[in-house]
């Protein structure tokens, strides 16, 4: 404890280390001040009703930082930058040149490559605020609205994600941690005092059995996250003996750390923006001409909402996902082609493809294990209120939201442990 107050000292004494926390600070006021600035025309009333009853929109607005539920002029948040960046990483499995920009042309490589994230970053934000103000027109939550007015708007919400992706980037540059996290991470935190205002409005002394059960739960799998987020299966790794003249090189033991989930959020991302698709073209179908296809449209809407429909398909979606991902993100020949250039084996292990091979059954063992937990941390908030009847709604357990402060906290330790231990030598 001494020491943890020691470092946090240090943090205030050192003038850049002080400048950067105040930066950060300064940059989340101005990203809060952003997400209550509504778009013209909200019916708050409607806009309440409609979260209240729509789970899955609740869960988006986890990840537009809460300016979803304002319908803010940064409604779609670091949404669209995220998938942006995502769809590029996907990218360098086709093309090999974006692949070698990525992994093989250094500091001016990755530049570019962040470029071409930013650039997509507009069209997809365009894409995702036309349809939300389409999806939400007709549900009645914004009034009918002409040409220019949704003009308006939409280049409104496209200038706001924009805007906070240009935030997040000086977040990460001049602060501490990574920016786009931090933005999400104080949206979630920013809705904790009016769940604790709706959790004492609603309180009866019947309920204490219920509330501690879902407080041991919120332990549980606060308890869980940090296990699983910080879990590694570690590769013992030995580097060979190298003579030159007079002196022996290598014969050194290290281990190769493979995280337990190397995904992160990234296929709970995945997930929502297929499950939200579905639902914006069957609404918008749903209203059409044809007596048909509004009736196939409903039909579908119906199965859609029903949530352990619901709950399934985000499971598995989720669970695929992670493996995709893992794939996409972890490529063990070229592991085993580094650790053979570098006079590195694998004990038992022949280098080569028997390495690539040997790393390629680890990882699909111990994604497993990450991909059920995910699933399982995605659907908990869908699936608590089925279980338990009657459960408040500022008592649910959001198991993304919980993944998300938890990984970002650790991360922010870290990163003020590595500065701090910096300075200090």
């Known amino acids: 404890m001494n020491t943890f107050f020691q470092k946090l000292k240090l943090v205030f ?24 600035i509504p778009i013209p025309g909200v019916d ?55 692949k070698a920009m990525y992994q093989e042309d250094g500091e001016a490589g990755r530049k570019k490559f962040s470029q071409y994230s930013r650039l997509l970053t507009v069209p997809l934000a365009l894409i995702q605020g036309f349809g939300f103000i389409i999806l939400l027109e ?52 920013s809705r904790i005092p009016t769940a604790l205002s709706q959790l004492a409005y609603s309180y009866t002394p019947a309920q204490i059995p219920l509330y501690v059960g879902i407080v041991i739960v919120a332990l549980a799998v606060i308890f869980l996250v940090v296990v699983i987020t910080e879990a590694e ?20 033991s290290t281990y190769l750390p493979l995280r337990l989930n190397q995904a992160g959020v990234i296929p709970i991302i995945f997930a929502l923006s297929i499950l939200l698709f579905p ?50 993100t972890f490529d063990p020949h070229q592991i085993s082609t580094n650790l053979q250039r570098g006079g590195a084996f694998i004990p038992g292990i022949r280098p080569g493809d028997s390495t690539s091979e040997y790393l390629s059954k680890v990882v699909t063992r111990i994604t497993l294990v990450g991909a059920v937990f995910l699933g399982a941390i995605a659907v908990l908030p869908v699936i608590l209120p089925l279980l338990f009847v009657g459960i408040p709604k500022s008592m649910a357990v959001g198991g993304t939201a919980v993944l998300i402060v938890v990984s970002v906290v650790l991360d922010l330790v870290k990163k003020i442990d590595a500065q701090v231990s910096m300075r200090e030598y």
């Open 233 to 252: 299966r570690p590769i013992p790794v030995t580097y060979a003996k190298q003579v030159r003249g007079n002196k022996v090189y290598g014969g050194v």
């Open 279 to 328: 639902q914006m073209i069957f609404n918008v179908l749903s209203h059409v001409g044809n007596a048909t296809v509004n009736a196939i449209s409903k039909n579908i809407l119906d199965i859609i909402a029903n949530q352990w429909v619901y709950a399934i398909a985000y499971f598995v979606l989720v669970f695929l996902f992670t493996y995709f991902y893992t794939a996409v």
């Open 138 to 189: 007709r549900q009645g939550v914004l009034g009918t609205l002409g040409g220019m007015s949704l003009i308006t708007s939409v280049i409104s919400i496209v200038a706001g994600s924009v805007l906070l992706m240009w935030l997040g980037e000086l977040m990460t540059e001049f602060g501490i941690g990574n920016g786009v996290s931090m933005i999400i991470f104080s949206g979630i935190v």
């Open 13 to 36: 004494q050192d003038k850049s280390l002080r400048n950067r926390v105040i930066f950060m600070l300064a940059s989340l006021v101005v990203f809060r001040l952003l997400a209550v």
């Open 44 to 98: 708050i009333g409607k806009l309440q009703a409609f979260f209240n009853s729509n789970q899955f929109f609740g869960l988006l607005n986890i990840f537009s930082g809460g300016g979803l539920s304002t319908l803010s002029i940064v409604m779609l948040g670091v949404g669209p930058y995220i998938t942006a960046s995502i769809i590029m990483q996907l990218l360098t499995m086709m093309s090999p040149s974006l």
